[in-house]
């Protein structure tokens, strides 16, 4: 039994979308600067696709003929940058938002995650001083 055509409109369809979003669109090829400083983009894709046919019945021909197929299909892409992950050798990871107008509560927590993640590890890099240095001063003075 051969193939329905509307499962090879899907077919050619989904192909089409995967020549168009992959990995790399994504998470971009990094760039790597003179100094040493690798810069990676991020994006965020959204994609939608839809597909529909009916089998109907020719007019002109015999009852006893295969029934006629019409489709259609389509897909949209939209791709928008979101940040830079930046990889340098004298000041560490940081990432760097793209200041985008932010449409909804969950796009502006997003862009709010880099700078919490930021103040996180400050902290906890802070404590971990704090507690080498009292761990030091102890030691020092059971002697």
């Excluded at 193939?3 to 168009?20: C, D, N, Q, R, Y």
């Excluded at 259609?72 to 050798?89: Q, R």
Aim: net charge negative; glycine share 12%.
């Amino acid at each position: 039994m051969s193939e329905h055509p509307i499962g090879t409109l899907m077919t050619e369809t989904m192909a089409k979308i995967k020549e168009m979003v992959d990995v790399d669109t994504i998470i971009g090829t990094p760039i790597t600067t003179p100094d040493g400083t690798t810069v990676i983009p991020v994006s965020k894709v959204t994609f939608g696709f839809a597909s529909g046919g009916s089998d109907f019945a020719p007019k002109h021909t015999a009852s006893t003929a295969p029934l006629a197929f019409g489709g259609g299909g389509g897909a949209g892409v939209t791709v928008v940058p979101v940040c830079f992950l930046i990889l340098s050798p004298t000041e560490g990871t940081q990432i760097l938002g793209v200041n985008a107008q932010a449409s909804t509560t969950v796009d502006r927590l997003v862009e709010m995650i880099p700078g919490a993640l930021n103040k996180v590890s400050s902290f906890v890099e802070g404590r971990k001083g704090n507690l080498d240095a009292q761990t030091e001063e102890d030691g020092q003075t059971n002697e």
